[in-house]
């Protein structure tokens, strides 16, 4: 089968088509036909060798996002039930590149029974593709700062997917949301459902206290301004990280760390986000569509930035 990937970490330039051995489904698992694989600034870490070799060989095939249609069931087993999936079935799933079954960005995904969730009746298989990954981390986000209902979050970066995934969720429990977002990006964040908006800038936290003068109780940071967002929460307050920065030491606000990984086996969570989607709580933006081919590309643009949803690739 095809797979975009990277012999060597370098720039978008080493993403290349491979032929690698086809997968196939065994117990406890299905084979997804993939469609459409999203592209996220994680899989550009990946190529650019961020993250290791991990336990996979060569090539290192990105892509943590896959939609697509189930071609092949194995048989269950005590902890992963496949008998409710079925040839045919249009799924979306995330995948784990350095480690299990891989990356997304191949023609067939082996993917564990619990990783994977119908689409969302009405999306496309691009738009359902964008949901997986920053659908599953924003849940997590917001489960880790665990806010009551009238609680005041703010959300760096909001403008982006999880930014916006974070905002419309965060909504739905009750919360008030103060985004950062870039002047451009105003209208987007709005309709995600941010109550309040201030301009990005490394100021960002005198921002937010001008309108919430003792700080907020949550953060999301999301375009990973670390040091520069942490001013704006208040003394006993959470942010959350989605770069595993370690927090200022002896600093009143604790830091969580969000690690999506560990989400691998919430299906279930997954398949909550989907009828977030269908009861018109989260909305899912594709940028533009690909062919799997020009990866290189879709990288390329995603690295300069202001793309305005996500770009897909597709098989
Ligand atoms: N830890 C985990 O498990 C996990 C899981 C998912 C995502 N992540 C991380 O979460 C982050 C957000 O992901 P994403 O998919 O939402 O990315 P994205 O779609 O590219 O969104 C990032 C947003 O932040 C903005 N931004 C970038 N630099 C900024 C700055 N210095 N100040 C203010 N805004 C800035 C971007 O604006 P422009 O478009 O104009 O650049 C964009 O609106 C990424 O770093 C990703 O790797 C981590």
Not at 10 to 24: K, R
Not at 93 to 109: K, S
Not at 182 to 194: N, P, S, Y
């Amino acid at each position: 089968m095809r797979v975009i990937g990277v012999t060597e970490f370098s720039g978008p330039e080493a993403l290349t088509v491979h032929e690698v051995p086809e997968p196939h489904a065994g117990p406890g698992e299905v084979r997804i036909a993939v469609k459409a694989a999203a592209v996220s600034p994680t899989d550009t870490n990946l190529v650019a060798g961020l993250y290791g070799t991990g336990e996979l060989p060569p090539p290192h095939v990105p892509g943590m996002d896959a939609a697509g249609v189930i071609d092949e069931v194995g048989e269950p087993t005590p902890d992963l039930d496949t008998s409710r999936w079925h040839v045919g079935d249009e799924v979306m799933a995330i995948a784990l590149p350095q480690r299990g079954h891989g990356g997304a960005y191949a023609e067939y995904l082996v993917a564990d029974a619990d990783s994977l969730a119908r689409i969302p009746a009405g999306a496309s298989l691009a738009q359902a593709s964008t949901l997986p990954m920053n659908g599953l981390t924003a849940v997590q986000a917001l489960d880790k700062l665990g806010l009551e209902p009238g609680q005041v979050l703010a959300v760096t970066g909001a403008a982006g997917t999880l930014g916006r995934y974070v905002i419309s969720l965060a909504e739905q429990r009750g919360l008030t949301v103060i985004a950062e977002a870039a002047d451009t990006d105003r209208d987007l964040v709005a309709a995600a459902g941010a109550n309040h908006i201030v301009a990005r800038g490394d100021d960002v936290a005198d921002k937010i206290r001008t309108i919430y003068p003792a700080g907020v109780d949550g953060l999301v940071d999301a375009a990973v301004q670390n040091e520069l967002a942490l001013p704006a929460v208040r003394p006993g307050g959470r942010l959350a990280t989605v770069r595993g920065w370690s927090g200022v030491p002896g600093s009143d606000v604790t830091v969580e760390r969000i690690m999506v990984f560990d989400d691998y086996h919430r299906g279930d969570t997954l398949d909550a986000l989907r009828r977030a989607v269908e009861d018109g709580v989260l909305t899912l933006h594709v940028a533009d569509t690909l062919p799997a081919e020009q990866a290189a590309d879709a990288h390329r643009r995603l690295a300069q930035g202001g793309t305005h949803g996500r770009l897909v690739l597709t098989f």
